[in-house]
T-cell receptor, first 113, second 113 residues
Framework: KQEVTQIPAALSVPEGENLVLNCSFT??????LQWFRQDPGKGLTSLLL?????REQTSGRLNASLDKSSGRSTLYIAASQPGDSATYLC????????????FGGGTRVLVKP | SQTIHQWPATLVQPVGSPLSLECTVE??????LYWYRQAAGRGLQLLFY??????ISSEVPQNLSASRPQDRQFILSSKKLLLSDSGFYLC????????????FGPGTRLTVL
């Protein structure tokens, strides 16, 4: 059974600092690796998706890497802004599960102005 | 464009009362539909998914049930709520099993007292 872990559970940084969020998973035979953002009391918004054959994906200030052999993904957010404050969730569905997502517990980020 | 709706947005119910949460998707046909629960201090857990009308798969044993009476309607129900049913319920959809990502609704906050 896939288990997804996110460390740290919470992170507080001053504005302008780079953010590094970690995600680890136990079953490396994943369908893809997805990063989501969740604002308080809201649904999830997809940020980045890395196909199992890819090593990284970039969108603006966001960059996500994937190392299947070690069961890890890292989300980098450059030059953080107060608007980046949210909870970030990763999901690593195993190939056998198709698109039934297995989520980590999330990292709650606070960017202080 | 496609949109996903959930209602109600918030709900406070006594223990032992029934429950009905509704999710509808617009702008697409024959979507895969998912119900997730996010309990306090815990990650998102997949409860049910459906690939078509009347086709429901349960991921975890629980006090809840799901139904799909129409192509773009997904309902989460309970005959008698427990305290442990409290949480944030999210509905999601994707076009098919090979889809890249899921699209989430705004969620329903359920408090059982």
């Amino acid at each position: 059974k896939q288990e997804v872990t996110q460390i740290p559970a919470a992170l507080s940084v001053p504005e302008g600092e780079n953010l590094v969020l970690n995600c680890s998973f136990t079953d490396s035979a994943i369908y893809n690796l997805q990063w989501f953002r969740q604002d308080p009391g809201k649904g999830l918004t997809s940020l980045l998706l890395i196909q199992s054959s890819q090593r990284e994906q970039t969108s603006g200030r966001l960059n996500a890497s994937l190392d299947k052999s070690s069961g890890r993904s890292t989300l980098y957010i450059a030059a953080s802004q107060p608007g980046d404050s949210a909870t970030y969730l990763c999901a690593a569905p195993p190939k056998a599960a198709g698109n039934k997502l297995t989520f980590g517990g999330g990292t709650r980020v606070l960017v202080k102005p | 464009s496609q949109t996903i709706h959930q209602w109600p947005a918030t709900l406070v119910q006594p223990v032992g009362s029934p429950l009905s949460l509704e999710c509808t998707v617009e702008g697409t046909s024959n979507p895969n539909l998912y119900w997730y629960r996010q309990a306090a201090g815990r990650g998102l857990q997949l409860l049910f998914y459906s690939v078509g009308i009347g086709q429901i798969s349960s991921e975890v044993p629980q006090n809840l049930s799901a139904s799909r009476p129409q192509d773009r309607q997904f309902i989460l129900s309970s005959k008698k709520l427990l305290l442990s049913d409290s949480g944030f319920y999210l509905c999601a959809w994707d076009p098919d099993s090979s889809a890249d990502t899921q699209y989430f609704g705004p969620g329903t906050r359920l408090t059982v007292l």
